[in-house]
């Protein structure tokens, strides 16, 4: 009797033990506090693209210590909503830059106040804004040919457009060179344009894999590109991936000081499309989606990993550097409010929130 | 200015219990009013709620399209896009589950299933009749929420009238209209010409920049040009001919919404329909035999994302049907019915067809008196592409106490996948499965319009209760495509009433009429996360009222709409708000010998409310036309 009460109590403490340890975090909650200039100064912006058509997208703020959501603070600031399809923000200086695509717009905000500053118009179905650090800040565009467009921050006006390949997306600075994967935008490009900020010119342009759609720099100053592939559909009737004339993705190594390409590491899978390549703090780790989960990398691997650390697909990754987490986004049936789900780096959940329609990018303060 | 709108609207819709609208018939149809009705539903009408549009109240909207004449003259919510695209929303269905013929011919586009109502002009027809609720029995896919006919009814009298009508407004809208009339009691013809341009530039509030300044709207202008010809001949037999024919050319652009910047998109839409039919009468039995074509060109363009889409298909229709009373009581109507739709779009891949047999047949039975009438009908589609459920209907009237009388009916109904919908690359799926729902109805009706009393009214209040299973719906499926799939499931169920009230006495003529619909219409599917909720744009009401007067040539109306809350995204979260739209027309019209001159000012959104139809979407103000007309008989 006391053997059985025993081994019960046991397994009960084992159990208790097990549920408290991966009892998640609590979930956030709806922040209805009053604004003040220090609300936002330490959290993670989610821009969300808005329903497709022609809705509005938001910005959501999520503040970590409080564990708080703001859902929609442009809105709430400003009084109006931003426009169709808002794809990217980012911080430069005391500003914040909202990228809106398809109002062919940049809405510029105060970045503590969140109140809007000003507008860069006259875009061309603008996707990601990078400043060189010098008062000037480069937009790629999807125009019809992709185009970079170079503008003065402190008057927010345009000085020039230089010409790149078919749909750029991000860009990374490296020394006074500005680096823009082309991704193909409806096609398939296999280009990374590289321009000199001192002259605003286009320098060289990089063969890589097909439709390279992320890089980042890690801490050797070697610039890692992500290759989605590209990805051909047969006709009638089955509309199906033709393997035969589509592509595999592909990681490659760039040092940017040579300008050569010395590792590239080939996927095995032609139906994934490998995207959102980001990097760990340290700037030694390397995180991407897979396209069917999210995997993690080393610099120094000779192979890519085959096992993912999160067996969920998203829509968009990034790591935040702050938290030391990564942010994953799923946008569900892409008509409602998606989600934002948060993991440590051995892919573990820590907790997740609702977001808005289709979140899209972070930017992490 | 808000709370008179109110007080009028409450007023009317007190007063005009019953409704109809324009009751007063000009003249005498010589063709027996059973086989009208037998031809154009074969039977399947008894039990099923008309509500009929006559010449008195076209003739009002004889420049406009039909968006325009069903948003404020039915229960039919019409949801619009501005100077663009107009569809209907019939018992919360969508678009695609309303049906819309000319003279029997389905305007359906087989590519898309829609047809848009802003391209179709109310005068291509002498007399609109709504039909609500599932007509799947009766005129095959597509007709779950209803559907709307458009018809040219000849007057075979002796005849030569020539006619002029032109309006100017504002946005820089123009529309002209040139008619001719001819014929006696053997052949009737009837010829138009319409054209239509507007600018289109009306002022909007930008709830998108700062301050939410006053823009005008640009790249929306559009023209358009029909020819429409009608003829009839009838023999001495009972035997009639027709003819029909319609061309229509236009071009659109297409503007931005108040979430865009800019859009340089536009639309060039040529489209040809033509039918002849031939129908004999005997004593107690009747043939009908009918063959149509359409052709439709669409041309989209949109420089900025790099689209164009050069669309075309073509559809015949053919139709035999054969109507036999056995006796005063049981009458038999059957018939087939055939069509054949091609289509091409570059998304296709290659040109799409498929054809289709429709059989048909209802009995009637009616007890002598016409007391008690009830029918019953079945119909059978065979499609190449899929297999077609069968259709069964019933339905049966009964006259209460003298002008009282109490309807009700119950069908199945189905709608076919689109060609987009099956063969659209990326995304299309050609393992479909037609839609399939029931719909049923029951409701109380008082008409003594056949009694020609000076004061005459008609009422229907009814409820209905249907639902659709295997709802096409376009969901992400990887990457950026996106695919349908027979994924949505939808019940709709409401409360829908009309009456009108009419007055006449020498030269004074008063019409009252009002419309109200209840409607809900939500997403049955269990595992959505959306179970439960309605749909998007289906206001929970909607209700119309109007008055009308004539006194000695003078015409005055007025004219009030009520649109209620609608959603715009599936889960709530974002709401468009109710909105009243209060439109004013006045007129006079003077007879000079064989000349009869109408001048008339018409003023829209009287009360410059600013409102959105669809989310985003600029409407405008205020607007006013200037409309003069002369014809010669």
């Given at each position: 009797?006391?053997?059985?009460?025993?081994?019960?109590?046991?397994?009960?403490?084992?159990?208790?033990?097990?549920?408290?340890?991966?009892?998640?975090?609590?979930?956030?909650?709806?922040?209805?506090?009053?604004?003040?200039?220090?609300?936002?100064?330490?959290?993670?912006?989610?821009?969300?693209?808005?329903?497709?058509?022609?809705?509005?997208?938001?910005?959501?703020?999520?503040?970590?210590?409080?564990n708080t959501v703001r859902a929609d603070i442009f809105q709430e600031v400003n009084n109006r909503p931003l426009g169709n399809v808002v794809q990217s923000m980012e911080i430069i200086g005391d500003k914040a830059y909202i990228v809106v695509n398809n109002a062919n717009k940049i809405e510029v905000v105060n970045a503590s106040t969140f109140k809007s500053v000003g507008s860069i118009a006259n875009l061309e179905?603008?996707?990601?804004?990078?400043?060189?650090?010098?008062?000037?800040?480069?937009?790629?565009?999807?125009?019809?040919?992709?185009?970079?467009?170079?503008?003065?921050?402190?008057?927010?006006?345009?000085?020039?457009?230089?010409?790149?390949?078919?749909?750029?997306?991000?860009?990374?600075?490296?020394?006074?060179?500005?680096?823009?994967?082309?991704?193909?935008?409806?096609?398939?490009?296999?280009?990374?344009?590289?321009?000199?900020?001192?002259?605003?010119?286009?320098?060289?342009?990089?063969?890589?894999?097909?439709?390279?759609?992320?890089?980042?720099?890690?801490?050797?100053?070697?610039?890692?590109?992500?290759?989605?592939?590209?990805?051909?559909?047969?006709?009638?009737?089955?509309?199906?991936?033709?393997?035969?004339?589509?592509?595999?993705?592909?990681?490659?190594?760039?040092?940017?000081?040579?300008?050569?390409?010395?590792?590239?590491?080939?996927?095995?899978?032609?139906?994934?499309?490998?995207?959102?390549?980001?990097?760990?703090?340290?700037?030694?780790?390397?995180?991407?989606?897979?396209?069917?989960?999210?995997?993690?990398?080393?610099?120094?691997?000779?192979?890519?990993?085959?096992?993912?650390?999160?067996?969920?697909?998203?829509?968009?990754?990034?790591?935040?550097?702050?938290?030391?987490?990564?942010?994953?986004?799923?946008?569900?049936?892409?008509?409602?409010?998606?989600?934002?789900?948060?993991?440590?780096?051995?892919?573990?959940?820590?907790?997740?929130?609702?977001?808005?329609?289709?979140?899209?990018?972070?930017?992490?303060? | 200015?808000?709370?008179?709108?109110?007080?009028?609207?409450?007023?009317?819709?007190?007063?005009?219990?019953?409704?109809?609208?324009?009751?007063?018939?000009?003249?005498?149809?010589?063709?027996?009013?059973?086989?009208?009705?037998?031809?154009?539903?074969?039977?399947?009408?008894?039990?099923?709620?008309?509500?009929?549009?006559?010449?008195?109240?076209?003739?009002?909207?004889?420049?406009?399209?039909?968006?325009?004449?069903?948003?404020?003259?039915?229960?039919?919510?019409?949801?619009?896009?501005?100077?663009?695209?107009?569809?209907?929303?019939?018992?919360?269905?969508?678009?695609?589950?309303?049906?819309?013929?000319?003279?029997?011919?389905?305007?359906?586009?087989?590519?898309?299933?829609?047809?848009?109502?802003?391209?179709?002009?109310?005068?291509?027809?002498?007399?609109?009749?709504?039909?609500?609720?599932?007509?799947?029995?009766?005129?095959?896919?597509?007709?779950?929420?209803?559907?709307?006919?458009?018809?040219?009814?000849?007057?075979?009298?002796?005849?030569?009238?020539?006619?002029?009508?032109?309006?100017?407004?504002?946005?820089?809208?123009?529309?002209?209209?040139?008619?001719?009339?001819?014929?006696?009691?053997?052949?009737?013809?009837?010829?138009?010409?319409?054209?239509?341009?507007?600018?289109?530039?009306?002022?909007?509030?930008?709830?998108?920049?700062?301050?939410?300044?006053?823009?005008?709207?640009?790249?929306?202008?559009?023209?358009?040009?029909?020819?429409?010809?009608?003829?009839?001949?009838?023999?001495?037999?009972?035997?009639?001919?027709?003819?029909?024919?319609?061309?229509?050319?236009?071009?659109?652009?297409?503007?931005?919404?108040?979430?865009?910047?800019?859009?340089?998109?536009?639309?060039?839409?040529?489209?040809?329909?033509?039918?002849?039919?031939?129908?004999?009468?005997?004593?107690?039995?009747?043939?009908?035999?009918?063959?149509?074509?359409?052709?439709?060109?669409?041309?989209?363009?949109?420089?900025?994302?790099?689209?164009?889409?050069?669309?075309?298909?073509?559809?015949?229709?053919?139709?035999?049907?054969?109507?036999?009373?056995?006796?005063?009581?049981?009458?038999?109507?059957?018939?087939?019915?055939?069509?054949?739709?091609?289509?091409?779009?570059?998304?296709?891949?290659?040109?799409?067809?498929?054809?289709?047999?429709?059989?048909?047949?209802?009995?009637?039975?009616?007890?002598?008196?016409?007391?008690?009438?009830?029918?019953?009908?079945?119909?059978?589609?065979?499609?190449?592409?899929?297999?077609?459920?069968?259709?069964?209907?019933?339905?049966?009237?009964?006259?209460?106490?003298?002008?009282?009388?109490?309807?009700?009916?119950?069908?199945?109904?189905?709608?076919?996948?689109?060609?987009?919908?099956?063969?659209?690359?990326?995304?299309?799926?050609?393992?479909?499965?037609?839609?399939?729902?029931?719909?049923?109805?029951?409701?109380?009706?008082?008409?003594?319009?056949?009694?020609?009393?000076?004061?005459?009214?008609?009422?229907?209040?009814?409820?209905?209760?249907?639902?659709?299973?295997?709802?096409?719906?376009?969901?992400?499926?990887?990457?950026?495509?996106?695919?349908?799939?027979?994924?949505?499931?939808?019940?709709?169920?409401?409360?829908?009433?009309?009456?009108?009230?009419?007055?006449?006495?020498?030269?004074?003529?008063?019409?009252?009429?009002?419309?109200?619909?209840?409607?809900?219409?939500?997403?049955?599917?269990?595992?959505?996360?959306?179970?439960?909720?309605?749909?998007?744009?289906?206001?929970?009401?909607?209700?119309?009222?109007?008055?009308?007067?004539?006194?000695?040539?003078?015409?005055?109306?007025?004219?009030?709409?009520?649109?209620?809350?609608?959603?715009?995204?599936?889960?709530?979260?974002?709401?468009?708000?109710?909105?009243?739209?209060?439109?004013?027309?006045?007129?006079?019209?003077?007879?000079?010998?064989?000349?009869?001159?109408?001048?008339?000012?018409?003023?829209?959104?009287?009360?410059?409310?600013?409102?959105?139809?669809?989310?985003?979407?600029?409407?405008?103000?205020?607007?006013?036309?200037?409309?003069?007309?002369?014809?010669?008989?």
């Open positions: 009797m006391k053997k059985i009460a025993v081994k019960s109590f046991a397994y009960a403490f084992l159990l208790s033990v097990l549920f408290g340890a991966c009892k998640k975090v609590e979930d956030p909650q709806k922040n209805n506090s009053i604004l003040n200039s220090s609300t936002f100064a330490q959290g993670v912006f989610i821009t969300n693209e808005g329903p497709f058509g022609s809705g509005t997208g938001t910005v959501l703020f999520y503040n970590r210590k409080l179905y603008p996707r990601y804004i990078l400043s060189d650090g010098k008062g000037k800040a480069y937009i790629s565009q999807w125009s019809s040919p992709g185009r970079i467009a170079v503008v003065q921050l402190d008057n927010l006006k345009i000085l020039k457009t230089i010409v790149v390949d078919d749909g750029p997306e991000r860009m990374l600075l490296f020394g006074d060179k500005l680096y823009v994967v082309n991704t193909g935008g409806f096609g398939s490009e296999n280009k990374v344009s590289v321009i000199n900020t001192l002259t605003d010119e286009l320098e060289e342009s990089i063969t890589t894999g097909d439709s390279p759609n992320s890089l980042v720099l890690d801490t050797n100053h070697k610039i890692w590109i992500l290759c989605g592939g590209k990805k051909v559909y047969a006709g009638a009737p089955s509309y199906a991936l033709d393997t035969a004339a589509s592509t595999a993705g592909s990681l490659l190594m760039l040092d940017a000081i040579s300008g050569q390409i010395e590792k590239s590491l080939s996927f095995s899978s032609k139906v994934l499309f490998p995207s959102n390549l980001c990097l760990n703090k340290e700037k030694n780790q390397l995180f991407f989606n897979g396209g069917d989960g999210v995997y993690a990398m080393k610099i120094s691997d000779a192979v890519l990993p085959q096992q993912s650390i999160v067996n969920k697909v998203f829509y968009s990754l990034a790591y935040d550097t702050v938290s030391t987490y990564l942010y994953g986004s799923d946008p569900l049936d892409y008509q409602g409010k998606g989600e934002v789900y948060r993991y440590n780096s051995y892919g573990m959940e820590m907790d997740h929130f609702q977001a808005g329609i289709i979140p899209g990018n972070f930017t992490f303060r | 200015m808000m709370r008179l709108q109110n007080i009028f609207f409450f007023l009317v819709f007190l007063l005009c219990s019953p409704f109809l609208f324009g009751q007063v018939k000009d003249s005498v149809y010589i063709l027996p009013a059973a086989e009208i009705q037998a031809f154009r539903s074969g039977g399947f009408q008894t039990g099923v709620k008309t509500t009929h549009i006559d010449s008195v109240v076209l003739s009002d909207y004889h420049l406009s399209s039909l968006s325009v004449l069903l948003n404020q003259q039915s229960s039919v919510f019409v949801k619009s896009y501005g100077t663009s695209y107009a569809g209907t929303s019939f018992r919360g269905m969508s678009a695609a589950h309303t049906g819309i013929y000319w003279n029997d011919i389905p305007l359906g586009s087989p590519m898309l299933g829609l047809t848009d109502l802003s391209l179709l002009p109310v005068s291509a027809g002498d007399c609109i009749d709504i039909r609500h609720g599932g007509g799947s029995a009766a005129f095959g896919s597509g007709n779950a929420g209803g559907s709307i006919h458009i018809d040219s009814k000849p007057e075979f009298i002796k005849r030569n009238k020539l006619g002029i009508q032109q309006s100017i407004g504002s946005f820089g809208a123009y529309t002209g209209s040139l008619y001719s009339v001819n014929g006696n009691e053997r052949w009737q013809s009837s010829s138009k010409m319409i054209f239509n341009k507007s600018e289109n530039n009306f002022i909007f509030t930008d709830l998108f920049s700062d301050g939410y300044p006053k823009k005008v709207l640009s790249h929306a202008e559009s023209s358009r040009a029909s020819l429409i010809q009608d003829f009839y001949y009838r023999a001495k037999n009972n035997q009639t001919l027709s003819l029909h024919a319609w061309y229509q050319g236009g071009i659109r652009n297409i503007p931005a919404t108040m979430s865009m910047s800019m859009s340089k998109a536009s639309e060039e839409e040529q489209s040809m329909r033509a039918s002849a039919e031939w129908k004999q009468l005997f004593a107690t039995s009747g043939i009908q035999l009918m063959t149509a074509y359409s052709y439709n060109h669409l041309l989209y363009r949109d420089p900025t994302t790099g689209i164009f889409s050069d669309s075309y298909y073509h559809t015949t229709f053919s139709k035999a049907a054969y109507d036999y009373a056995f006796d005063e009581r049981f009458q038999l109507h059957t018939g087939i019915n055939l069509t054949y739709s091609s289509a091409y779009v570059n998304e296709y891949g290659m040109k799409r067809n498929q054809g289709l047999v429709s059989v048909y047949a209802s009995i009637q039975y009616r007890i002598k008196s016409g007391k008690f009438k009830s029918t019953l009908a079945l119909r059978r589609d065979y499609a190449e592409l899929f297999t077609c459920p069968m259709t069964p209907f019933a339905g049966l009237e009964m006259v209460l106490y003298k002008s009282l009388g109490w309807y009700a009916n119950a069908g199945r109904n189905f709608r076919i996948p689109t060609f987009n919908d099956l063969f659209w690359r990326p995304g299309g799926n050609p393992s479909l499965k037609p839609e399939n729902g029931i719909s049923s109805e029951a409701g109380f009706s008082i008409d003594n319009t056949k009694s020609h009393q000076a004061f005459t009214y008609e009422m229907h209040a009814s409820g209905f209760y249907s639902s659709v299973q295997d709802w096409i719906i376009w969901l992400p499926a990887g990457g950026m495509v996106w695919s349908p799939q027979n994924m949505k499931s939808v019940m709709g169920r409401g409360l829908e009433y009309e009456g009108m009230l009419a007055f006449q006495r020498k030269d004074f003529r008063l019409h009252l009429s009002g419309s109200y619909a209840f409607t809900l219409s939500d997403n049955q599917n269990k595992t959505d996360l959306n179970y439960g909720r309605q749909l998007i744009y289906v206001p929970y009401e909607n209700a119309n009222a109007s008055i009308r007067l004539e006194y000695k040539g003078y015409l005055f109306s007025l004219h009030e709409s009520y649109t209620g809350g609608r959603y715009v995204s599936p889960d709530h979260s974002e709401i468009l708000p109710a909105y009243q739209l209060l439109n004013m027309s006045a007129g006079k019209f003077f007879v000079f010998g064989n000349y009869l001159l109408r001048i008339g000012l018409d003023v829209n959104n009287l009360c410059n409310t600013s409102y959105q139809s669809v989310q985003w979407i600029p409407m405008p103000g205020r607007s006013y036309g200037f409309k003069i007309g002369i014809e010669f008989n």
